[in-house]
């Protein structure tokens, strides 16, 4: 009797117990578009940061790739790791990734911005190119610190 009492306490408590992610740590997009993000460029005056808002479309190993609005539509453009203090998105509770010493954040949350983004698995040449072409560009305008 007191083995089956034992049992079943030990099956109640490892029951109480939860192993992996919980719902409320996960970010799943909503719709088919990329999470909208602020990007911010720390310059050289150290409390002076240019923040550029858009929509994240890839996420790099050397930097990300923004859908910028403008009057005109959108202009793509491109911040590397090097020149991004800091990444903010406005949805998925404010989930931010900041650079770290290596001049690139820590491989988990470059993950999560890749999952938010609009296209998640990268842009092919062949698809890069006719984005490029659909905003009229020959390539991707660029943000970059001012040193």
Known sequence: MTNIALKIALLLLLGGCAVGPRIDQMISPQKPHGANV???IKQPN????????GELIEVRDDGIVLLVATDAGGR???????DIDRVKAT????????????????TGRVGRMRI??????????????QLL???EQQEFDRIERKR
Do not use: C, D
């Open 76 to 82: 793509l453009t491109f911040a590397s790791w090097h």
């Open 46 to 53: 150290k409390r002076a940061r240019l923040e550029h808002q």
């Open 116 to 129: 938010i983004s609009r296209y998640p698995l990268g842009l092919s040449e062949n698809l890069m190119g």
């Open 91 to 106: 949805e998925f509770r404010g989930f931010q990734s900041t650079r770290g010493a290596g001049n690139k954040p820590l």
């Open 38 to 40: 602020i990007v911010e």
């Open 133 to 135: 072409a659909f905003y």
